[in-house]
């Protein structure tokens, strides 16, 4: 299609595809809209433990390195807010130590690839979402496959919201 050309013309053009909505502050609802597509070639990939875990920086930063600009007016565009998209994939027999947070956000990890993993040693099933506390140490491990998840975090706008259609907005009105 024209919204997803293909890589390949003479193989599979696998895609996984997850679709992530951001919520704005309510002084930012009436901006003007941005939009921007990040392929997979212009995302920061972070290569650790000799390259048993990679990680890819959709938003925020790790270990001083930054992710692609966010949209200007968006929650994460203000680094204090600690917004984080991280798709992170842990080779079998690695381990990733998923690093506290500055302050307290809402952390959430989602299991999407793999089985057996462990998050501080119980076992994860995938297709399984966690909500973690960003100010605790957490460890993935993958004794059996590769393993992948998103990492989700952001401190919450704590505003009102009410939803109609695809819109979020803070008030009916």
């Given at each position: 299609?024209e919204m997803?050309?293909?890589?390949?013309q003479?193989?599979?053009n696998?895609?996984?595809?997850?679709?992530?909505?951001?919520?704005?502050p309510r002084a930012s609802?009436?901006?003007?809209?941005h939009?921007?597509?990040?392929?997979?070639?212009?995302?920061?990939?972070?290569?650790?433990?000799g390259?048993d875990?990679?990680?890819?920086?959709?938003?925020g930063?790790?270990?001083?390195?930054?992710a692609?600009?966010?949209?200007?007016?968006s929650?994460?565009?203000q680094?204090?807010?600690?917004?984080?998209?991280?798709l992170?994939?842990?080779?079998?027999g690695?381990?990733?130590?998923?690093?506290?947070?500055?302050?307290?956000?809402?952390?959430?990890?989602?299991?999407?690839?793999?089985e057996?993993a462990?998050?501080n040693?119980?076992?994860?099933?995938?297709?399984?979402?966690?909500?973690?506390d960003?100010?605790?140490?957490?460890t993935?491990?993958?004794?059996?496959?590769?393993?992948?998840?998103?990492?989700?975090?952001?401190?919450?706008?704590?505003?009102?919201?009410?939803?109609h259609?695809?819109?979020?907005?803070?008030?009916?009105?």
């Amino acid at each position: 299609s024209e919204m997803f050309p293909l890589i390949r013309q003479d193989a599979e053009n696998t895609v996984e595809l997850f679709q992530i909505w951001l919520n704005l502050p309510r002084a930012s609802k009436m901006v003007e809209p941005h939009f921007t597509m990040f392929w997979s070639e212009t995302i920061p990939q972070l290569e650790l433990s000799g390259g048993d875990v990679r990680v890819s920086l959709i938003a925020g930063h790790y270990d001083g390195q930054a992710a692609n600009s966010p949209p200007p007016h968006s929650w994460a565009s203000q680094p204090e807010n600690e917004v984080a998209i991280w798709l992170v994939k842990v080779k079998k027999g690695a381990s990733f130590e998923i690093p506290v947070s500055n302050s307290k956000v809402s952390r959430t990890v989602y299991f999407f690839d793999g089985e057996g993993a462990r998050l501080n040693g119980s076992a994860v099933t995938v297709k399984t979402g966690l909500a973690l506390d960003s100010q605790a140490r957490a460890t993935v491990h993958a004794p059996n496959t590769d393993i992948e998840f998103l990492l989700l975090q952001a401190k919450p706008i704590a505003e009102p919201v009410v939803q109609h259609g695809p819109f979020l907005m803070n008030s009916r009105e």
